[in-house]
């Protein structure tokens, strides 16, 4: 396991995942940040959170995805970047799945200007999530020392063993 | 043996990170919040009025298809319109039985699909937005029928289709 672990070649497979999250998670909050009213009810269509959670959500999560978007593409902080994505697609697939178990004739409000009629949830969403989920868990597990800003300045950390 | 700041960070480190990127998105969001004049509160003061319509159906629902996949001489197949009678009687595929579907009243439809003892169901309806082919499509396979279609476009595209045919 820490052979495969210590393989250099991770940070180059990982390469194209990141970029790739980086756009969708970027592209995915700018309607948000850009229109909080409108996120706010595709939140509160989930019909999952108390009022008193929704907004807040809608303020602060599209921000979370912005910064995570940006640090996973940049190579900042990486492995926390995955492991925000990990985690916000974890939740989006539980809201998803709940939503889908409910039988709700839905958009996702993961992008904007999407209707119902247009881009209805589906098991495919969920699929195309578990996706984007497993790229996170890649760049979070495997690799470990990405090609960007966290090779060019490495954490001073030095270690006994 | 000492590791230099090319060793992975630490699963505390990382997340250490990820729990600073959250308050600082806060700080970042809360005050953007503030300043725009389209913020909104942090607390909504009524609840949201979220139109989401009920599942009609539990089933799975039907599959779509072309009209031009549609071959009424088909073996083992069921065609069934879902129109009203009179629009029916005006016109329907070859071989098509008529269930004209209403949404008020629903009855049971599958019954008689299932006596047909049809391996494949094809419905075609109005071809409407809702379409009325549509809707009964998923209310028999709601009700556990397999293997039942849809015709998108309706009769009008079926018509096209199928050269006008009565």
Known sequence: ?161 | MIYGGNMPPRWTTVFRDAAIVVALSAAVALTTNKLRSSGIPLVAAQEYEVLVPCPEHEGKPAKPLTPGDVNPKEKGLLLVDAREAETYRAWHAPGAISIPYDYLEPKPEEKRVLRSRARRVIVYGDGENPDSGEQLANAISGKGVKNVHFVRGGAPALRRALGGGR
């Open chain 1, 1 to 161: 396991m820490k052979r495969i672990l210590e393989w250099p070649g991770h940070a180059w497979l990982a390469l194209p995942a990141r970029l790739y999250l980086g756009y969708v998670f970027i592209w995915a909050c700018l309607h948000k940040i850009a229109a909080p009213a409108t996120f706010a009810l595709d939140v509160a269509t989930y019909q999952l959170l108390p009022l008193s959670l929704i907004n807040i959500t809608a303020l602060v999560l599209p921000w979370v995805e912005l910064l995570a978007g940006v640090m996973i593409v940049l190579g900042f902080r990486t492995r926390a970047a995955a492991l925000l994505i990990s985690g916000m697609m974890l939740v989006f697939m539980v809201a998803l799945g709940w939503a889908l178990h409910q039988g709700l004739d839905m958009s996702c409000g993961c992008f904007a200007s999407q209707s119902s009629d247009e881009h209805a949830i589906s098991w495919l969403t969920m699929l195309r999530d578990a996706g984007w989920l497993a790229l996170a868990l890649y760049v979070l597990g495997f690799d470990r020392r990405p090609l960007g800003l966290d090779r060019l300045w490495p954490r001073g950390r030095a270690t006994a063993a």
